[in-house]
């Protein structure tokens, strides 16, 4: 089964396609048509994807370093258009964009890759869904938890399979639950990295987000 997937799978600039796609239909709907939540639950497998994505880019880049510069200078960069975007401030502190998110799961992975005992690998879990719920991270300790699930597991595809899917059920009743369609793509995941456009994927985030608070401020006025 792993040998047909790797040979007719999908590459991690697929995968960063569907994400992408997905996540500006997530935000259309939630900035554009917040009461129409067909929106919101296609885009409830963009999450998924991306943390599954950050845990290969970690295992594979050759400077974790400068991977952690690249999500903390766009987490700083996209904070303005999502405050914008999502609250209609310059700037405010209820919540942080996800490449906040990401940022601190990375930091986590760089701290369980150097543990060994089980009881330090947990207590470096709950340290950073700590730090996740104290600057109001977008997805808190859930979103932690999720990245922490697909890094321990990497080594078995079944394991991340079902943790990424179960994890979409934790919500209390949310149309999250959706988002464990995204185990589907995740599983064809060939193992390749496919085409190269980097940055433009990082890019993608902070520019959509102000195209749509940009058409969302039209519509309000021909509406007015």
């Given at each position: 089964?792993?040998e047909?997937i790797?040979?007719?799978?999908?590459?991690?600039?697929?995968?960063?396609?569907?994400?992408?796609?997905?996540?500006?239909?997530?935000?259309?709907?939630?900035?554009?048509?917040?009461?129409?939540?067909?929106?919101?639950?296609?885009?409830?497998?963009?999450?998924?994807?991306?943390?599954?994505?950050?845990?290969?880019?970690?295992?594979?880049?050759?400077?974790?370093?400068?991977?952690?510069?690249?999500?903390?200078?766009?987490?700083?960069?996209?904070?303005?258009?999502?405050?914008?975007?999502?609250?209609?401030?310059?700037?405010?502190?209820?919540?942080?964009?996800?490449?906040?998110?990401?940022?601190?799961?990375?930091?986590?992975?760089?701290?369980?890759?150097r543990?060994?005992?089980?009881?330090?690998?947990?207590?470096?879990?709950?340290?950073?869904?700590?730090?996740?719920?104290?600057?109001?991270?977008?997805?808190?300790?859930?979103?932690?938890?999720?990245?922490?699930?697909f890094?321990?597991?990497?080594?078995?595809?079944?394991?991340?399979?079902?943790?990424?899917?179960?994890?979409?059920?934790?919500?209390?009743?949310?149309?999250?639950?959706y988002?464990?369609?995204?185990?589907?793509?995740?599983?064809?995941?060939?193992?390749?990295?496919?085409?190269?456009?980097?940055?433009?994927?990082?890019?993608f985030?902070?520019?959509?987000?102000?195209?749509?608070?940009?058409i969302?401020?039209?519509?309000?006025?021909?509406?007015?």
């Amino acid at each position: 089964m792993e040998e047909i997937i790797k040979k007719a799978g999908l590459t991690s600039y697929q995968l960063k396609c569907i994400a992408i796609v997905t996540m500006l239909v997530d935000h259309t709907g939630a900035i554009l048509f917040p009461g129409e939540m067909l929106w919101r639950m296609a885009g409830r497998l963009s999450f998924p994807i991306f943390c599954f994505l950050l845990v290969e880019g970690f295992c594979h880049t050759h400077d974790v370093r400068l991977y952690l510069v690249r999500l903390g200078g766009f987490a700083l960069i996209s904070e303005i258009p999502y405050d914008i975007a999502f609250h209609g401030k310059i700037l405010e502190f209820e919540g942080q964009n996800v490449f906040f998110t990401l940022f601190l799961g990375v930091v986590l992975m760089c701290m369980l890759r150097r543990c060994i005992e089980w009881p330090v690998k947990i207590t470096a879990v709950l340290l950073v869904m700590w730090l996740a719920v104290s600057l109001r991270v977008d997805y808190s300790f859930k979103g932690i938890f999720l990245i922490a699930v697909f890094f321990l597991c990497r080594e078995c595809l079944w394991a991340r399979l079902a943790g990424g899917a179960v994890w979409n059920f934790l919500w209390n009743g949310s149309i999250q639950g959706y988002g464990a369609l995204a185990m589907i793509p995740v599983a064809l995941y060939n193992g390749r990295q496919g085409r190269k456009m980097k940055y433009f994927f990082y890019a993608f985030y902070p520019v959509h987000l102000l195209v749509l608070f940009l058409i969302s401020e039209v519509m309000m006025k021909q509406a007015g």
